[in-house]
């Protein structure tokens, strides 16, 4: 029998291979994975108590200089690394890729996801 966490990880997989490939593909992904996934299993995917607040059921909270959280996964293989984050609501999603086996200043990532989801005061 699956456990939970198999179930959410593969519907989860499936709504981002089903959606549509356009600049609005992840924001497509995450209307699916709304759709296929009863709300207390969503729920259950922000719930990071397990690992002490740093990680829920396939997805890992990543609070902003703003006050704004965003959730999303990163990969890595030899010579390529993608990161997607999403607000919970999924009305904003970032997705972006990294060509590159070197070593990235640790203080990019944050910097671009501020730069997409903090509110600009210019």
Do not use: Q
Request: glycine content about 6%; some cysteine; proline content about 7%.
């Amino acid at each position: 029998m699956p456990t939970l966490r198999t179930v959410l990880s593969i519907t989860l997989l499936l709504a981002l291979l089903l959606a549509p490939t356009t600049s609005r593909a992840d924001s497509a992904a995450a209307s699916a994975a709304a759709r296929l996934l009863p709300s207390h299993w969503l729920r259950e995917m922000l719930n990071t108590r397990a690992a002490h607040g740093s990680y829920g059921m396939g997805i890992f909270p990543a609070k902003l200089p703003c006050g704004i959280t965003v959730w999303g996964h990163s990969g890595r293989i030899s010579g390529s690394c993608v990161r997607t984050a999403a607000t919970v609501d999924g009305r904003r999603v970032l997705t972006f890729r990294v060509n590159t086996d070197a070593i990235a200043d640790p203080r990019l990532e944050p910097a671009l996801l501020a730069a997409e989801f903090c509110p600009r005061t210019w």
